[in-house]
């Protein structure tokens, strides 16, 4: 079921009416709702037809606030002049499937023309996604500009949703953009729900007013609500409160009200002065005071307009402020008894605070120890001691130590913040520059402690020139600190995206920062004491020094694999665009899973593009599937960077090339390893580097030709191309809705 959600503005209404509520004619609320100036419903009741309302009558008797005409559909629950915010209802978007594929969708979005006034999707809301087998996205518009976000929620069995968690298991969230006014939103599956419709036959899409929406298990079965509460924001005109003001007659803010300076939307607000209240468009009448209890008058207070004043009773002198002199007596002994007590008084307080200081430093103290061995501090102690304390062990740093290396984790010191945690830049007490992981707060079960501390000891134990070093950790907070060597020069993503500084990155730059990434992950695959699979390959996690030098970093959602164990099942975990098919598919992650991500990396090394782009056309948003389609055809030198397209080393780049789309086969006992995918690198990086005549090329003239000029019938690629096709497709057919549909 389709529904247009549009509000129709028109011209400004004759001047004056800002008073115009104060007549017996005009409706002052709607059910449940009050209405408020600009905002009324009768003719001259309103500021301009921009806040235009209709109260709506049902033949029961039930009465509804809508913005604009009842044809609009945009019902108003809740309004408030003191904050600038309108409760309204707005439709759930659905997407509904059997076990023969998709049987109901219902579409919502919204659009808001604006004029004089601002109207704008309040960041209070949250984007939420319900189901199993769930994409949900939005595009909206921020003035002339695009935004747009969404995320993703799996779930192969009931058992694994929590009530009350939205963190991607059967429900997902994502904050709104600043000011947005209009979005539409889509809802795809991967697998049509396909295994899962007796508990979840569909997915749900909606924006919310936080706090108005609690997960349950039960809205995977049937979510009930059609409509839910979401909040929108406005504001007077267009112009700011300087320029507004000017025009007199226009105005709004009336007596003993301002216009607030501090909002930085469209158009102004205006806000009742300090000690009045009441409605800022209308009339801001006097607040008494004197009527509160907490008035702060010792003894006598007196009200005035937008303020009041405090006396001494006879007998007394000061201010008669509570919070200022007071009153005091005016004899003498009274004088030195308030001083005598005042002195027992600030000796009392010194006393208790260095009490109350003393038993906090001790419970303090009480509080780190117990997270250290809450978190596994006593267990990692007798790990390094057992191993005999080398210097390849981590080091275990105090809370003090990581305080002073950030100077107490100020804004200034993070370089970086992510699905994890956030990073900060730190010195410590040896001069050392070090980037702390100050990780998010999740619950952990003694296994999981176990874990985290094997990890810790096998981490810092990697050695590689191309692995960021774990130099230690800090154990006395709740969730534990990580302490990693720090790398200058930014990610990989930050040079190739960066039209600024890709210049910069060469192809035999790309092609040695592909090899040394290469290296690290073979390394972690099958040279490490034991074997650790990444699973978040993508070039934000690839890190570079002053020379170009890769790091692979980032072990938040790495996994280390029993050396008896090919394959482990855990839940998905990764980017989308890098994330391995087969993986999703069947929940079993291997190292091969590392060696997909790593081919999309090259492709975007080669192609200057990200891994995956809604603004691009439908079938270049997936860039893997996107490139060995071009590959298939021919076209590969069409969708190369712009550098690369000017290069010499074109066979090199087909190279390259062709091993991207063997680590990109949907099966993945059919990609290379690790190992050979960086040994392969390494011989196309020397004969980059070399250029003798007597280094062959391994390529032969028909596979050059095809890659340049176009495709034959016995080219290898093409069961690669094909295969990836198919993998891709549920992505390639997510609906976009229109812009002003309604639901």
């Not at 990155?505 to 920062?513: C, E, G, K, Q, V």
Request: overall charge negative.
């Amino acid at each position: 079921m389709h529904l247009k959600i549009l509000i129709v503005v028109a011209a400004m209404a004759a001047l004056g009416a800002a008073y115009a509520q104060d007549e017996s004619h005009c409706e002052r609320s709607c059910g449940d709702v009050s209405i408020m100036f600009p905002f009324g419903s009768g003719e001259g009741c309103y500021y301009n037809s921009d806040f235009l309302v209709t109260c709506n009558q049902s033949s029961s008797g039930e009465q509804t606030l809508f913005l604009g005409l009842p044809k609009n559909d945009v019902v108003i629950t809740n309004m408030s002049t003191d904050t600038s915010e309108m409760e309204i209802m707005m439709f759930v978007a659905s997407d509904c499937y059997n076990i023969s594929g998709p049987t109901y969708r219902r579409r919502a979005s919204l659009k808001l023309a604006v004029t004089d006034r601002d109207f704008q999707i309040s960041t209070k809301n949250k984007f939420i996604a319900i189901g199993c087998d769930t994409h949900a996205y939005f595009n909206g518009t921020r003035g002339n500009v695009s935004v747009g976000t969404g995320c993703i929620s799996r779930c192969g069995s009931n058992k694994l949703v929590t009530n009350g968690s939205c963190s991607g298991v059967g429900c997902c969230e994502v904050a709104v953009p600043e000011g947005m006014n209009s979005f539409r939103m889509s809802l795809s599956s991967y697998n049509n729900h396909t295994n899962i419709t007796d508990f979840n036959p569909c997915s749900y899409g909606f924006f919310v007013q936080e706090g108005k929406f609690s997960f349950s298990t039960t809205n995977l079965l049937n979510f009930q609500s059609r409509k839910v509460p979401m909040l929108l924001d406005w504001g007077i005109g267009n112009s700011t409160c300087d320029i507004a003001k000017k025009d007199v007659d226009k105005f709004l803010c009336r007596e003993n009200s301002i216009c607030d300076k501090t909002y930085k939307g469209r158009g102004y607000r205006c806000n009742c002065s300090e000690g009045y209240e009441g409605n800022p468009y209308v009339r801001c009448n006097n607040v008494d005071e004197c009527q509160k209890e907490d008035h702060g008058c010792v003894h006598i207070c007196n009200d005035e307009p937008g303020n009041y004043t405090c006396k001494c009773r006879k007998g007394y002198s000061g201010d008669g402020r509570k919070n200022g002199t007071g009153c005091t007596a005016d004899q003498s002994m009274l004088i030195k008894i308030s001083v005598g007590s005042s002195f027992a008084a600030i000796v009392l307080i010194v006393f208790v605070n260095w009490l109350y200081f003393g038993l906090k430093k001790r419970k303090l103290m009480i509080l780190r120890e117990k997270f250290f061995k809450q978190n596994g501090g006593i267990l990692l102690q007798q790990r390094i001691s057992g191993d005999g304390g080398s210097n390849d062990q981590a080091k275990v740093f105090t809370v003090e130590e990581l305080k002073r290396a950030t100077n107490n984790y100020h804004d200034s010191k993070i370089i970086g913040k992510g699905g994890y945690g956030t990073v900060y830049k730190g010195v410590l007490s040896d001069s050392r520059t070090v980037a702390i992981k100050k990780s998010k707060l999740a619950d952990q079960t003694q296994t999981q402690i176990e874990q985290f501390i094997n990890e810790v000891v096998i981490l810092s134990q990697i050695n590689h020139r191309n692995v960021v070093k774990l130099i230690g950790c800090c154990l006395e907070t709740e969730v534990p600190l990580l302490v990693y060597e720090f790398i200058p020069n930014g990610t990989l993503s930050d040079h190739i995206h960066n039209k600024g500084k890709s210049s910069a990155i060469t192809w035999d730059i790309r092609l040695r920062i592909a090899t040394e990434t290469a290296e690290a992950l073979s390394y972690l695959h099958s040279a490490a004491s034991v074997p650790v699979i990444h699973r978040d390959v993508k070039p934000t996690n690839i890190l570079l020094d002053d020379s170009f030098v890769a790091k692979v970093a980032d072990f938040g959602a790495s996994r280390l694999v029993p050396m008896d164990q090919i394959e482990l099942e855990t839940m998905v975990q990764g980017t989308l665009g890098y994330l391995d098919p087969e993986y999703m598919q069947t929940n079993q992650l291997t190292d091969k899973s590392d060696v997909y991500s790593f081919g999309v990396v090259l492709v975007e090394l080669m192609t200057g593009k990200k891994a995956l782009s809604f603004d691009r056309p439908e079938e270049e948003r997936n860039l893997a599937m996107h490139f060995l389609s071009s590959l298939k055809q021919g076209r590969l030198f069409q969708i190369l960077d712009e550098q690369l397209q000017k290069n010499d080393d074109h066979n090199e780049i087909i190279k390259v090339s062709t091993l991207a789309a063997r680590c990109l086969h949907v099966q993945g006992d059919e990609r290379p390893t690790m190992k050979e995918v960086a040994m392969e690198l390494e011989g196309i990086l020397a004969s980059l580097i070399q250029k003798h005549p007597w280094v062959q090329s391994t390529l032969n003239e028909d596979e050059a030709e095809y890659l340049l000029k176009g495709p034959t019938d016995d080219y290898e690629c093409t069961e690669v191309a094909t295969g990836s096709s198919s993998t891709f497709d549920s992505i390639s057919k997510l609906t976009i809705l229109p812009i002003a549909s309604g639901r």
